[in-house]
């Protein structure tokens, strides 16, 4: 199991926390630190069934200043964005070693992505 962690968010502290409890054999990837890769990304928003823009932080002034609101909807420019940007990546996102993938902003999305780990 994989969560994509930064540690500045509350929402991913949180859930970083609730894997710590319940899936000591984890890896925390610090995708700031260590931003993911187009293709990493591709097959990560597959696994969540989402396209980039919407788990893009839309809210973040990089974004306004990238004129993101309003851009055509092209899943490879924005996965590009994201990858150069990785600020705008909403998180956390869970990984599980079954191949799911949750962002995990809310104590059910966190609940779900547990109960694919062995206990």
């Known amino acids: 199991m994989e969560i994509w962690h930064n540690p500045r968010c509350a929402k991913s502290r949180t859930a970083l926390a609730a894997l710590d409890a319940a899936a000591p054999e984890h890896t925390v990837r610090r ?35 990238l004129g993101l609101t309003g851009k055509p909807e092209e899943r490879a420019a924005w996965i590009a964005v994201l990858v150069a940007n990785p600020v705008l990546i909403e998180r956390p996102i869970i990984v599980t070693d079954d191949g799911r993938a949750y962002l995990a902003r809310t104590q059910e999305a966190i609940d779900a992505a547990l109960s694919q780990s062995p206990r």
């Open 31 to 65: 995708y700031l630190d260590e931003p993911p890769t187009a293709a990493e990304l591709d097959e990560v928003l597959t696994k969540l069934d989402r396209q980039p823009w919407e788990i893009t932080r839309l809210k973040e002034p990089l974004a306004k200043e």
